[in-house]
């Protein structure tokens, strides 16, 4: 069975008590309701409501001889960060240390408090786009993970 349900709890608990994201607000995936917020941590979802709301992508292959079983997980990471103005060098700012603070959770804790599993950021995208209400920009880290 899939360790994507423990892992995107445990990244959700995790970014929740970071004093780095203490400011943002941390969701499981899309969040429908209270858009007030400029900063936003958004595990399993890209940010893109135009998209396909993919949480999360896994691979499955023999870890060994005997029953187990290794899970290659990849998971998207939304951080934004929005202004009320055109600034788009401090959302850009903004967003790359929402970046730090959870590449910083992941260096200090590689599994999140799980057994068998190792995170790192594979990859990132950086989306700015200035809107009727200001600035945003959104920065997507892709989480790689393994799971034994």
Avoid at 79 to 98: Q, S, W
Avoid at 128 to 133: E, L, N, Y
């Amino acid at each position: 069975m899939s360790r994507v349900p423990d892992l995107i709890d445990a990244l959700v608990a995790r970014f929740r008590t970071e004093e780095g994201l203490a400011a943002a607000r941390v969701t499981d995936g899309p969040e429908v309701t209270a858009q007030d917020a400029d900063d936003w941590v958004l595990v399993g979802y890209d940010g893109d409501p135009g998209g396909e709301f993919q949480a999360a992508v896994t691979e499955e292959e023999w870890a060994g001889l005997g029953a187990s079983r290794e899970e290659t997980v990849q998971l998207p990471v939304t951080l934004l960060a929005r202004r009320g103005d055109t600034d788009v060098k401090a959302a850009r700012a903004r967003v790359y240390e929402l970046g730090a603070a959870v590449k910083a959770v992941l260096r200090a804790d590689p599994a999140v408090g799980l057994p068998g599993v190792q995170f790192a950021v594979g990859a990132t995208a950086l989306f700015q786009a200035q809107t009727d209400q200001g600035i945003q920009a959104r920065l997507v880290l892709t989480l790689a993970c393994r799971t034994i």
